[in-house]
């Protein structure tokens, strides 16, 4: 699969967001993105209690382990590369987690301003 430049939100080179657990679009550890990720998983964050449950009220069950995917859930602490849609609604909703911008990916630019990361960056 094609993928774009891994530049962050600053340009420079985009750091690793995690590998355990194993996160990304190309499950490679980083917030990569490319034509075929619809769901843009650009945005490096840190999972907190109140989103994950925000998450899964809104139809994403991020904390279920799923062994038939090979998922074993995500819990406080963990990093993961989440959509820049799903980041920007729990900012406007008052629940969005930290954001690791050397993680995030510049295209989450095109659904969340600067500004907006800037104000949850670890």
């Keep these: 699969m094609e993928k774009d430049a891994s530049l962050n ?13 194993l996160t990304g679009f190309f499950r490679n550890g980083c917030c990569d993105t490319g034509p075929m990720d619809r769901g843009s998983h650009t945005v490096c964050a840190v999972m907190t209690a109140e989103f994950l449950a925000f998450s899964k009220y809104v139809g994403n069950d991020l904390s279920t382990p799923r062994p038939e995917f090979g998922f074993a859930g995500l819990k406080p602490g963990d990093k993961w590369c989440l959509c820049a849609s799903r980041f920007l609604q729990a900012h406007e909703e008052g629940c969005a987690p930290r954001v690791n911008l050397a993680a995030t990916h510049q295209k989450a630019l095109e659904v969340v301003p600067l500004t907006v990361l800037e104000a949850y960056a670890k």
Excluded: I, M
């Design 9 to 21: 939100v600053h340009g420079g080179p985009l750091e690793a967001c995690s590998t355990d657990p």
